[in-house]
């Protein structure tokens, strides 16, 4: 059973323009959303994350949209550049628990020149 | 920021033998640490909870017996592939959080892992 799902596997977005990664999530016990991002043979970097009280967060380029009652999350990135091509997956976890992060399956992004 | 060094980065090893790989947490103290598999083109899958001076929590699924797993103390978890075999052949990686700091994990390298 899939709690953290990411539809799109693959993104090609034109450089400058906004990229949008989208991500779905089942458990409402979730109360804490990150952004990784992933390069090959490498473990993720932390991009930006969002607590389950707020609807936004913003950080420069980066902003992650969080809507509950739709239980979907996603992250804006504008303008995007050629070095944010990478795999970027979204996580989720119950900050009153064990902080299992439960991460989605991922969405290559590629972002032409 | 927090820091989490995984060694080794790339092992290759024989069917048949074991092999460890170390996860530390550098500049602070993990007394829980994460370790995930990651499969080509496919999610990080959660193997286990790395739980300092206790016995670890296994996802279901995940062989105890095969994936070994010690945090003997509170900056070290390591995770020992038993008896490997070629389909135990994947990428490996191990995470932490900081429990005095912020709620994102940090992230070990990966450690790429060959049975031949």
């Given at each position: 059973d899939q709690q953290v799902k990411q539809n799109s596997p693959s993104l090609s977005v034109q450089e400058g323009r906004i990229s949008i990664l989208n991500?779905?999530?089942?458990?409402?016990?979730?109360?804490?959303?990150?952004?990784?991002?992933?390069?090959?043979?490498?473990?993720?970097?932390?991009?930006?994350?969002?607590?389950?009280?707020?609807?936004?967060?913003?950080?420069?380029?980066?902003?992650?949209?969080?809507?509950?009652?739709?239980?979907?999350?996603?992250?804006h990135i504008v303008p995007s550049q050629p070095g944010d091509s990478a795999v970027y997956f979204c996580a989720a976890i119950t900050t009153s628990g064990t902080y299992k992060y439960i991460f989605g399956t991922g969405t290559r992004l590629k972002v032409l020149a | 920021g927090?820091?989490?060094?995984?060694?080794?980065?790339?092992?290759?090893?024989?069917s048949g033998t074991s092999v460890k790989i170390e996860c530390r947490s550098l500049d602070f103290q993990a007394t829980t640490m994460f370790w995930y598999r990651q499969f080509p083109k496919q999610s990080l899958m959660l193997m286990a909870t790395s739980n300092e001076g206790s016995k670890a929590?296994?996802?279901?699924?995940?062989?105890?017996?095969?994936?070994?797993i010690n945090h003997a103390s509170l900056t070290l978890s390591t995770l020992t592939v038993a008896s490997a075999h070629p389909e135990d052949s994947s990428f490996y990686i191990c995470s932490a959080r900081d429990p005095t700091g912020d709620t994102e994990a940090f992230f070990g390298q990966g450690t790429r892992l060959t049975v031949v």
């Open positions: 991500c779905d999530y089942t458990n409402s016990m979730f109360d804490y959303f990150l952004w990784y991002k992933k390069y090959p043979a490498e473990g993720p970097t932390f991009l930006i994350s969002i607590s389950s009280i707020k609807d936004k967060n913003e950080d420069g380029r980066f902003t992650v949209f969080l809507n509950k009652s739709a239980k979907h999350l996603s992250l | 927090a820091v989490v060094s995984q060694h080794p980065s790339r092992v290759i090893c024989k929590t296994y996802e279901q699924g995940v062989e105890k017996d095969k994936f070994l």
